[in-house]
Structure formats: C-alpha cells, structure tokens
C-alpha cells in the first residue's frame, strides 16, 4: 500500500515537473534563427569556398578548425591561419587583400554564424567526434560547398533519432541536452 502512494506521488511530480519544463522552454522558443533552419546559406563577408580550400587542396577541417574535439564549440579560425598561406597565395585578389588589410590593423572578419542551437540546448563535438561521427554525417559534403550551407534542420527529433539507434546507444535523458 505505502509503496503505491510512493509511486503515486513520485510520477505525478515527475509529470508536473515535465509540464513545468515545457512551458518554460516554450516560452524561450519564438526566436529567429535557429531550428528548423535546413538550407540556410547566408552570404559571408570574404566569400571563404572549402570547394577550393578542402575539396581542391585537400586542406584538412582541424587545420582551420582546430578547436573542434577540445572545446564544446567548433572555431572559425582566426585570419593568422589563413595568412600562414594568403600572404604568399593570390595576393592580387581584391579578398585577399581585404583580409591582409584587416590582419594588418589588427582586425578580424566577422562571419556569419550558419548553424544555430537555442540557449536551452547543450551540445558538444568532442563527445561526437570521439564515438566516430564525423563532420559529414551533421554538416554534409562541406568539401562541395561554395558557400557553406546547413545541412540538417537541428531539431530536438534529430538529434533524438540518432541518439535512439541502437548502435550509438546514446544518452537521451533530457539533461543530456537540455540545461
Ligand atoms: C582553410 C580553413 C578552413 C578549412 C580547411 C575548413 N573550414 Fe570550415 N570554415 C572556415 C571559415 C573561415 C568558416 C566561416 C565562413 C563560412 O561559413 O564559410 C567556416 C565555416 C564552417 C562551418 C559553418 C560554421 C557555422 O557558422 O555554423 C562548418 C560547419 C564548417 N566550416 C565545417 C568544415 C568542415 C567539415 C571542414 C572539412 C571538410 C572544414 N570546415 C574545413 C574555414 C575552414
Ligand atoms: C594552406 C593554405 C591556405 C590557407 C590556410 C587558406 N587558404 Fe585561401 N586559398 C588557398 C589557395 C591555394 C587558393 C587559390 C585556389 C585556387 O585558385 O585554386 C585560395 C583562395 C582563396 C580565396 C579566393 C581568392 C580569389 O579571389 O580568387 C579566398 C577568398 C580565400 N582563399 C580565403 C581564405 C580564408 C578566409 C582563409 C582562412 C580561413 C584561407 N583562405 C586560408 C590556400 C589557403
Ligand atoms: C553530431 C553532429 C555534429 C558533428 C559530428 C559535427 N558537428 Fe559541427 N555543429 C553541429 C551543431 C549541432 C552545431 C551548432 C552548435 C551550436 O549552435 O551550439 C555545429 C556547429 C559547428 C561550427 C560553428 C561553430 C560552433 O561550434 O557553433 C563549426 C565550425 C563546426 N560545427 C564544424 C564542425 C567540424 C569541422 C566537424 C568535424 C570535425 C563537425 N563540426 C562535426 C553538429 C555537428
Ligand atoms: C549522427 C548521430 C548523432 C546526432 C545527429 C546527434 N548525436 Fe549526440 N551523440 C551521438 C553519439 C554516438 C554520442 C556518444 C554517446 C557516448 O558517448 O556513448 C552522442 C553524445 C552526445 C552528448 C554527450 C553526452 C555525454 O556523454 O556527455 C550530448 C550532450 C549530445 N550528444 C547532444 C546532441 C545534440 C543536442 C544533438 C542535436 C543538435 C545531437 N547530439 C545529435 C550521436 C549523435
Ligand atoms: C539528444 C538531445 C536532446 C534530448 C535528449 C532532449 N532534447 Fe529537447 N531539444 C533538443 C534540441 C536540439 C531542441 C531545439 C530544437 C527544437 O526545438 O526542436 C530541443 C527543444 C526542446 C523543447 C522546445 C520545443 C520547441 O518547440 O521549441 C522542449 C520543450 C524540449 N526540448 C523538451 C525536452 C524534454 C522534456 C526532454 C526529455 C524527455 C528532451 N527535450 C530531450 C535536444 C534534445
């Protein structure tokens, strides 16, 4: 009897909890710029092409964005990487030369944020990247892309699709994603 009421109590706390989450997050929701944002392609300040830079001349992703298994958030890298080879390379391109003028005030370039998780969401690559997944599976064939293009939509049902299979046998309880 006494164990029932346990029980009881303890799942309608869980469900009020539940409700009470959701009504949280479904406030923080109605915000431009992130979910659902499949396609987006903005256009960028330099018009950087991995096409050339990866597909062309097989420059590796970590040799510009060498934060990616450390820290939670990828990096754009910073222009000392791209001058490492521009200060040589096509330096007659009016981009070029943009971008060693900005490099030489001390400047940077401001890209455009592509892919975009609300604030509630907690994701990191380094867990990723350490099980196998690769860049390709989440952003596509970025070494076809002129200008870089989100591949998938980002959402709750996508990142749990993938987490549910069983091979990948991934965290799904809602902390694992949700602050
Ligand atoms: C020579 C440097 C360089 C290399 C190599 C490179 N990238 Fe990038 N990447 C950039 C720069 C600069 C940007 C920001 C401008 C843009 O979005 O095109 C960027 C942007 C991105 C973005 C979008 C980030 C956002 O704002 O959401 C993704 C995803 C990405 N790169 C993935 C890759 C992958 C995957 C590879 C390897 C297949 C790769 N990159 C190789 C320099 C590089
Ligand atoms: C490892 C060497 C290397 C690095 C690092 C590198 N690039 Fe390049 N980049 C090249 C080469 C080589 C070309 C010429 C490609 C071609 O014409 O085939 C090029 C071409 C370009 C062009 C086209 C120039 C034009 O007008 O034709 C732009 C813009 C550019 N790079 C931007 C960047 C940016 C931004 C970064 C840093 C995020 C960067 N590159 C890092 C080697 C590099
Ligand atoms: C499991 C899916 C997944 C994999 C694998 C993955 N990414 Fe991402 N990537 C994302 C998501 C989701 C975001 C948006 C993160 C955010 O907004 O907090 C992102 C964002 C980025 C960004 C923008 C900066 C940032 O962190 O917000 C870059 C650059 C990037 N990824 C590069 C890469 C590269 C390079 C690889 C492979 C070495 C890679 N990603 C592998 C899902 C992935
Ligand atoms: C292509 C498959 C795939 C996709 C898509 C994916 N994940 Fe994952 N995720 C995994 C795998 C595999 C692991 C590693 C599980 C392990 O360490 O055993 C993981 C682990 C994680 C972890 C780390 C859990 C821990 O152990 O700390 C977080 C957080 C996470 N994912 C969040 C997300 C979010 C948020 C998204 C969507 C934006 C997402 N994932 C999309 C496959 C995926
Ligand atoms: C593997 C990662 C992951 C897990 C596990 C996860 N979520 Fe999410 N959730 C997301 C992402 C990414 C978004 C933002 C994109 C979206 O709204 O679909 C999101 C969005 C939401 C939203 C807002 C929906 C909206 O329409 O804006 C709610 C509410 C939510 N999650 C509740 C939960 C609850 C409750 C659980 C546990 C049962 C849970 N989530 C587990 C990744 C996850």
């Known amino acids: 009897m006494q164990q029932r009421h346990v029980r009881f109590f303890g799942g309608l706390i869980s469900i009020v909890l539940f409700a009470a989450f959701s009504v949280f997050i479904s406030g923080c929701k109605f915000q431009p710029g992130w979910g659902y944002n499949k396609g987006y392609s903005p256009e960028q300040p330099i018009p950087f092409d991995h096409s050339v830079h990866v597909g062309k001349h097989n420059i590796q992703c970590q040799y510009c964005h060498n934060q990616v298994e450390r820290s939670t958030h990828s990096n754009i890298p910073a222009l000392s990487t791209c001058m490492n080879c521009h200060m040589q390379v096509k330096t007659d391109s009016p981009h070029i030369q943009k971008m060693r003028d900005a490099y030489d005030s001390g400047k940077s370039v401001e890209w455009v944020k592509v892919h975009m998780l609300p604030d509630h969401v907690r994701f990191n690559h380094g867990a990723h990247l350490k099980k196998g ?47």
């Open 133 to 179: 997944v690769n860049c390709q599976t989440c952003h596509g064939a970025v070494e076809t892309m002129s200008r870089v293009t989100q591949q998938a939509d980002l959402s709750m049902g996508w990142c749990v699709n993938c987490h549910r299979q069983p091979e990948n046998n991934a965290p799904l309880n809602c902390t694992t994603c949700h602050y």
